[in-house]
């Protein structure tokens, strides 16, 4: 009886994921994600088409996991900045991904992500031309900024099984980030800039 297309693809990309984290495109291997989801590797083909593609869906599936969990808001930046790190924190493998397609896909931008990154700067500013964010910087830059931030403090252990610092450590890191990224953003005069650590 044939399996479940839904449930072939989305154990195809569970394994995808894990070997594209570790080895990027070049160094990937098909029969290893095969072997890795218990299906024959000619369904990789069947599926996403390419090597490539199977990357491109991975990749997009990573977008929409952080667009979900750190949904964004221009009214709180500092803790979309929290949301953000949490979630870059627990899946270190995402920023993985994220450089082995600006390596390996440069130029590549995804539907998802590109409409994303629209609302955002959308969203980003109107708040600085409503008083509600601060203006002196293009609101390019100042996303550019805050996920930045969020994003590279927020990063777990590099390596599966490493250390990634004492939970006093990054409660710290958390605190700094979501604190900096309300002084970033708040407008000129606008009080005092220290966030909660929540």
């Given at each position: 009886m044939p399996r479940d297309s839904r449930t072939t693809k989305a154990g195809l990309l569970r394994a995808a994921t894990d070997e594209f984290a570790a080895h990027g495109i070049a160094g990937a291997r098909v029969d290893r994600i095969a072997a890795a989801a218990g299906y024959n590797k000619n369904l990789i083909y069947v599926h996403f088409g390419s090597k490539e593609q199977l990357f491109d869906a991975v990749y997009e599936a990573a977008v929409a996991d952080i667009l979900a969990a750190a949904p964004f808001d221009a009214d709180d930046l500092p803790g979309y900045a929290g949301a953000l790190f949490d979630f870059h924190f627990a899946h270190p493998h995402l920023m993985r991904l994220a450089r082995w397609h600006s390596l390996e896909r440069p130029g590549e931008v995804l539907?998802?992500?590109?409409?994303?990154?629209?609302e955002k700067l959308r969203l980003l500013s109107a708040a600085q031309g409503d008083g509600r964010v601060d203006a002196g910087l293009p609101p390019q830059a100042m996303l550019a900024l805050l996920v930045g931030m969020?994003?590279?403090?927020?990063?777990?252990?590099?390596?599966?099984?490493?250390?990634?610092?004492?939970?006093?450590?990054?409660?710290?890191?958390r605190h700094a980030v979501v604190v900096s990224v309300g002084r970033l953003t708040r407008p000129y005069g606008a009080g005092p800039a220290d966030a909660p650590a929540a």
């Open positions: 539907p998802l992500a590109e409409r994303a990154n629209a969020a994003t590279t403090w927020g990063e777990g252990s590099p390596e599966p099984g490493g250390a990634a610092g004492s939970a006093a450590e990054i409660a710290a890191r």
